[in-house]
DNA sequence: CGATATCAAGATATCGATATCATTACATTT
DNA sequence: AAATGTAATGATATCGATATCTTGATATCG
């Protein structure tokens, strides 16, 4: 038999402790520690003195010794629905944008963001953290209940519901409803048509607004039920529509490449839009910008969501009374 | 003056330690320990009660002492170029796809992705991590060496560089390039444009082989420089060429935006597509794909790209050797 | 001048898990 | 039967930082 040659991990790196620092400098490991964390009980030249010193060492703080005695790990798990192979939420831009103010706000707060997908949440990982945020549009109550158990300060993207109780930011999808509707109804649209999935808690809630905003001015608008949303979705729902006969002059789709994939089928039908059909889509995409025509969309803010899902988890952290907020949307006329 | 009352954080959790299971099992920390970790040293028997016990209570890792211990963080930072307002990398599709692969093979292996973004990489929550990994197109020289200087194991996504010697995980862009140039020979074209900027590492590579393969039958491809990936981009670039008179039969956009761009400027100048000029753009991005006409591009594997990135990582960090590796990319043709 | 207040710094205990070495109980060998 | 081996478990020290309680030195006061 040949002798196995064991692998080496590098991990332990042979970086100074404090105490090590504390020797070099002639002062006790606390007075480092006081010094390191600019604590006013060391004098300015000693804290000078020993921050010098840390920073010719190249010293780095050992983080796990201590998230372990002040029992706080300082960090937040993201929780990403990502299937594995699936096309769309893997490409969808959003979670990164709001992703992008998550980790903006926490790590400016000092705390880490620990990227998770569902699949695994169960492991080491979340256990450590202190707070949790969940996104990503199929997040379900039962998903929603198992990270409860684990009793860590949690806040959910998307759609506020009635029976259940956990703090919720999202954007206010009935209020964007309600605008594409009024907006409709300015410029004398009378059949209006809804395409989406009433049964995604987000898209569910557009379509609420819209309905009632309509219902106020007698309208009753076409559902037009779509569980894809994309593009081709959106063609092969005009041409359901067409097919049927049925008359209609306004669309509000749940997603931009709806919308163009609607814009198609409707010049392909020789129909014109905005003159005989308006579009609305969802998202602005920045496809949307430069489609002919110019899509018009509803834009979310994900930036600012992403912080607003930061604070609110620190505040929860922090023990501080939180409520849910929806944030508002905007609607962005173009040419359809 | 009134009493200022203290909020409390609710972080402490009371949870039970080793030492408490230990107690209710009526056996020693270390038993727990090693029962819990599926050690040899426990009879099965004991293994399964200390394990029921530890379920039935909820007990929790607490992964701060253990990293601690075992000088460890069994994590790994991710740095991701996210510009705070800027639009392109936070909307683009890529990282995220990227962050898939990694997440989904990290986690799996035990570890832990710490995300952040280039800004704040300076922070306690890197000097954590076992090992990194950069991402995103802008990753240049300086920060590379910044990290570098962190003595971590270290992997970056993007193009392969001559001048310095960190392992680098990427689409092999010059092979990209090649199979572009010699899609466009086998139909005949004789008057290439590359659209792109050759101040990008991945679109020089891109360039690059294009070049090259294309030397190889006597042509030379026209260069058309162009630091915005947007589909106005594209239009001006095309619009360029109209109005310098420049002759040409095919085009090779480094972005899918660029190509259907181009494409869009090529049908307003009454040119069509792809009779008179070929278009070929990058990304497979899902509009691409219900374009019209449907767009041929290069598609990247991203999903195996990040758990590449992630196994080499992986490995540096157990001290195995790594080399850099180039993925292959597959050309799609479609209609254009 | 003695007593107390104030300030800087140190000693010690502690957070929760695990590596290492020691111990016990029982089985096997000669 | 004594000696050796083996398997299961335990005792202790340790990872590196910080909270808490002291200590010593200097300043301030009546």
């Known amino acids: 038999m040949s002798p196995a040659k064991k692998k ?37 030249e000693t804290r000078e003195r020993i921050q010098a010193l840390a920073r010719k060492h190249g010293y780095k703080l050992n983080v796990s010794a201590r998230n372990l005695r002040l029992r706080r790990s300082h960090t937040v798990a993201v929780i990403v629905e990502m299937k594995p192979s699936s096309s769309r939420t ?9 992703l992008g103010g998550i980790t903006q706000e926490l790590t400016s707060a000092g705390y880490s963001v620990l990227l998770t997908t569902r ?61 594409v509707a009024e907006r409709f109804l300015s410029i004398g649209r009378r059949h209006p048509v809804f395409i989406g999935n009433s049964d ?38 005009v041409h359901s529509l067409a097919s049927r006969k049925v008359h209609f002059d306004a669309i509000f789709a749940c997603s931009d490449l709806l919308a163009m994939g609607a814009i198609r089928a409707l010049v392909e039908l020789g129909l014109s839009v905005p003159n005989d059909v308006s579009v609305v889509g969802y998202d602005d995409t920045p496809h949307g910008v430069s489609f002919l025509p110019p899509l018009s969309t509803v834009r979310q803010n994900w930036q600012e969501g992403g912080v607003l899902l930061a604070r609110k988890v620190l505040a929860l952290i922090d023990g501080q009374p939180v409520a849910s907020q929806m944030l508002p949307t905007s609607l962005i006329v173009r040419a359809t």
Do not use: C
């Open 8 to 44: 080496q991990p590098v991990a332990a790196q042979a970086g100074l402790t404090m105490a090590d620092l504390a020797k070099l400098a002639g002062v006790s490991k606390i007075t480092v520690s006081r010094a390191l964390g600019d604590s006013p009980l060391v004098t300015p």
């Open 90 to 98: 893997m490409w969808d831009p959003y979670p990164l944008s709001l």
């Open 119 to 179: 699949h695994d949440a169960a492991n080491a990982a979340v256990q450590a953290a202190d707070g949790l945020i969940l996104l990503g549009q199929g997040v379900h109550q039962d998903a929603v209940k198992l990270y409860d158990r684990m009793g860590l300060p949690m806040v959910v993207w998307g759609a506020e519901s009635d029976h259940d109780n956990h703090i919720v930011v999202g954007s206010d999808n009935r209020q964007s409803g309600v605008s």
């Open 200 to 237: 995604h808690p987000e898209m569910a809630q557009r379509l609420h607004g819209f309905v009632d905003e309509l219902a106020g001015h007698g309208i009753k608008p076409l559902l037009l039920q779509r569980v894809d949303w994309t593009l081709e979705s959106g063609v092969a729902a």
